[in-house]
């Protein structure tokens, strides 16, 4: 970790987070025309490279690997990976460009972030200030309780959210998404205990899909044109549409939301995925 030096003096330069990861989605679609100028050797031996440079246990691979297979018309290929140098990210994406089935792989979208615990998780402190709140006694061996098991889970938490296993479950979908400011709906005017409020809402909604559906939000603000990218992972298709729908009425989701493009896709090793795509 990049932290100052005993005398005071600032850190030195660098591209890696201190705490976290960098991310980055790329949607590829294949061009027909690129994969016909290929004759057979050449495409099998660009099959074997895609395999390996999307293998996540692969040479010079990124600390997180994930490829699958877009649903629809937006694109056919899907990657997410994460780590603290953004150079070996941007790697991954120019060892796709330069291998043999470079030229018939269209980038068609992009997304890059990083990880991060929002503000709106409360601390170890901040939760028992909550315990108090609704007058629990900080004296009493049940308050002592719930406080280090919230601590427990709060460190698992952060962990996930900073440095988080993809899970190997076949559904996923990715999409962007703003807080609005709009005159009448300006999330960013709205006082911090008021926004704390609708996103333990919001939360709360979410956990009921636990088991079915995991997330990974991802943050983008001064990154990309959105300010969080937000992955989905679910055990079946249904709990997405479910989860996403069920959310939308919480009011930070329905008065203060603005969503990008979706991205459903279906995980799948590297050589499944190309061959299902037929490369």
């Known amino acids: 970790m990049n932290r100052p030096a005993a005398s005071g003096t600032p850190p030195a330069p660098t591209v890696r987070m201190t705490d976290g990861w960098h991310c980055l989605h790329l949607f590829y679609s294949v061009r027909q025309d690129g994969l016909e100028m290929l004759d057979g050797d050449e495409r099998q031996e660009g099959r074997a490279q895609l395999v390996e ?10 600390q997180r690997l994930q490829a699958s297979v877009v649903a629809g018309h ?10 603290a140098d953004p150079l070996v990210l941007d790697a991954l994406k120019h060892r796709i460009r330069a291998s043999p089935l470079g030229t018939a792989l269209e980038l068609v979208y992009s997304f890059v972030s990083i990880t991060e615990v929002s ?8 939760y028992a200030e909550r315990l108090k709140s609704e007058g629990a006694d900080p004296s009493s061996p049940a308050f002592a309780a719930r406080l280090k098991a ?18 190997a479950w076949p559904v996923t979908t990715f999409y962007p998404m703003n807080k609005i400011r709009d005159p009448g709906a300006n999330w960013y005017t709205e006082p911090f205990s008021r926004r704390m409020e609708m996103m333990t809402e919001h939360g709360k909604s979410g956990m009921t899909f636990a088991g079915r559906v995991t997330q990974l939000i991802t943050a983008s603000t001064g990154f990309d044109d959105f300010e969080w990218g937000v ?5 079946a298709p249904e709990p997405i549409k479910e989860i996403v729908y069920t959310m939308r009425f ?3 989701s329905a008065r203060y939301a603005e969503f990008g493009p979706f991205y459903l896709s279906y995980v ?3 050589a499944d995925a190309l061959r299902q795509l037929r490369l």
């Open 53 to 62: 440079i999307l293998s996540p246990n692969g040479k010079g691979a990124p």
């Open 74 to 83: 937006k694109a056919d290929l899907a990657i997410m990976a994460l780590d």
């Open 119 to 126: 503000e709106y998780v409360p601390t170890v402190e901040q």
């Open 150 to 167: 919230y601590e427990d889970r709060e460190a698992v938490m952060r962990k996930q959210r900073l440095y988080p296993d993809l899970p």
């Open 231 to 235: 992955t989905l992972w679910g055990r």
């Open 250 to 252: 919480d009011e930070a």
């Open 268 to 270: 799948m090793p590297p």
